[in-house]
């Protein structure tokens, strides 16, 4: 049997196939009514994603520095060299010997842990996406960075070769 449901105009009581929402007296205004809920949807799109920017991004005074500084010229100038510095390959992979192509460059040491290397090149590394989604869960773990996270008094590693293997350590059953 199919799905129906009454007509949305005011006083009818005839029932429509879904997914229309008008009886056929009344089909005219099927166009205006799906019209006005896209528009009413993009609107409220543009309102979460203005929250999401305005606020949960920008939850303290270091959040918003660290956005703003995404956002920069000299973010996108230093994001560019180390893509050709390191050949558009995740440097974590190749730690193992494994090729990879990545686009993301990812900062060894946290900005959240220590935002003096946010501009450092050493402190770059291109990364693919496994890699990235994995060392982010090690640094919640071992820096304490993230939401709701309290940063723990531990030795920084700048070394990418030892933070792909404490990665790997951390969470083999995820590779």
């Known amino acids: 049997m199919p799905r129906v449901r009454r007509c949305r105009q005011q006083g009818c009581h005839a029932m429509v196939n879904f997914p229309h929402h008008y009886c056929t007296n009344h089909f005219e205004q099927e166009a205006e009514y799906l019209a006005n809920r896209q528009r009413w949807a993009r609107s409220r799109e543009q309102g979460y994603q203005h ?3 305005t ?7 270091d959040k918003t520095e660290q956005y703003n500084f995404y956002r920069s010229r000299e973010w996108t100038r230093l994001r560019r ?3 050709e510095r390191d ?6 992979c190749q730690a193992f010997n494994i090729v990879t192509p990545a686009k993301t460059v990812d900062h060894i040491v ?13 402190n770059l590394a291109v990364t693919c996406y496994m890699c990235h989604r994995l060392k982010t869960d090690w ?5 304490g960075t993230g939401q709701g996270n309290k940063l723990k008094n531990v030795p920084k590693i700048t070394e990418k070769n030892l933070v792909a ?5 951390y969470s083999p059953d995820r590779l």
């Open 165 to 169: 293997k404490m990665i790997r350590t």
């Open 51 to 53: 929250r999401y920017n």
């Open 110 to 122: 946290p900005v959240e842990f220590d935002s003096a290397l946010k501009s450092d090149l050493n």
């Open 139 to 143: 640094e919640q773990d071992y820096y």
């Open 55 to 61: 606020v949960t991004r920008n939850r303290s005074k």
């Open 81 to 83: 060299l180390v893509l």
């Open 87 to 92: 050949h558009y390959l995740c440097q974590y």
